[in-house]
C-alpha cells in the first residue's frame, strides 16, 4: 500500500482508535473503586463488622487487631485472609476466626507489663495479638514444623517479645512461671493441672474444654490461690494433643 493509501486508512481508522481508547479508559474508571482494598482497611473492618459488633469493646484489643496482618500469618494463596471464619494453616491446623482471637484475648484482661503463655502456637498469629498488650509472651507448640515456622514468622515481622518452643505444652513452662495469663488454643477434654499451678495469683487461664462440645471458660485465681470458673460460650477447637490424650483423669 502507498504512503498516502496508508495515511488514509489511519485517518478513516482514527475514530474507532480513539474510541478504543475511550473505551479503556472507561473500564479502568470503573475497575479502580472495586480494586482490592488496603489490607488495613480490610482490618478495620473485620474489627467493626466481626468483632465490634459482637460485642468486644476492649479499646487495646481492637487495636491490636487492627494493626496485626493476618494475611502474613496463612498461606500466601488464602483467598479471604480476613473472612468472619478459621483459616487452614500446615499440619492440618487452624487459626481461630478472627472474633474468637479478639474475645480470647479480651477475656485474658493483659494489663501491659505482664506475662502471658500460650499452648497452641499454630501460626503465631494469636501470639502477635497477645505480644501487643503483655510485656513478654510465651507460646509451645507441639507439631515442630509450625513451632519452626511461627517462631521465624514472629522473628521476621519484627514480634520480639514472643518466644516460641516446640514441645507439649501440658506441662506449662515451669521456668517461666508464674503466669499472669494462660491462653490455650486447642482443647483438652479437662483443665490441665499443671497450667493451673502455673497461673500467679491474680491470673486468669482462658480455656476450650471438651471433646466434640466444648466450652470456652475463663478460670480465674485469686490473691489467696481461690479458683473460680465461669462458662463463656460454646467452641470448636482442634484438640490438645500429647500427654492429656494418654492419661486418664484422676479420680475424683
Ligand atoms: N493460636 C494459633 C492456632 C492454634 S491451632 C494461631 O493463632 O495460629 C491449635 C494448635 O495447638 C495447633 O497448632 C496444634 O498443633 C497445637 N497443639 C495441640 N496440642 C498441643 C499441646 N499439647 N501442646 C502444644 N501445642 C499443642
Redesign the pocket.
Known sequence: MSRAGCAALSFLLAPFLALACNDQRVTVARVTPTSPDSEAERRARMVETQIVNRGVRNARVLAAMKQVPRHL?VDAKERDPYGDHPLP?A?N????QPYI?ALMTELADLAPGEKVL??????????AVLSRLAREVYS????PE?ARE?AERLRKLGYGNVTVRE????RGWPEHAPFDAILV??A?DRIPQPLLDQLAPGGRMVIPVGSFFQELKVLSKDRNGKITEKDILPVR????????EKTPPAPE
Not at 140 to 143: N, P, T
Not at 237 to 244: A, D, L, S
Open positions: 500469618f494453616i499440619g491446623q487452624t487459626i481461630s482471637v500460650e499452648i497452641g502456637t499454630g501460626s503465631g498469629y494469636q501470639s509451645i507448640e507441639i507439631v509450625l511461627s514441645g507439649d505444652g501440658y488454643t486447642a483438652p477447637f482442634v484438640p490438645m494433643t500429647g500427654e492429656i
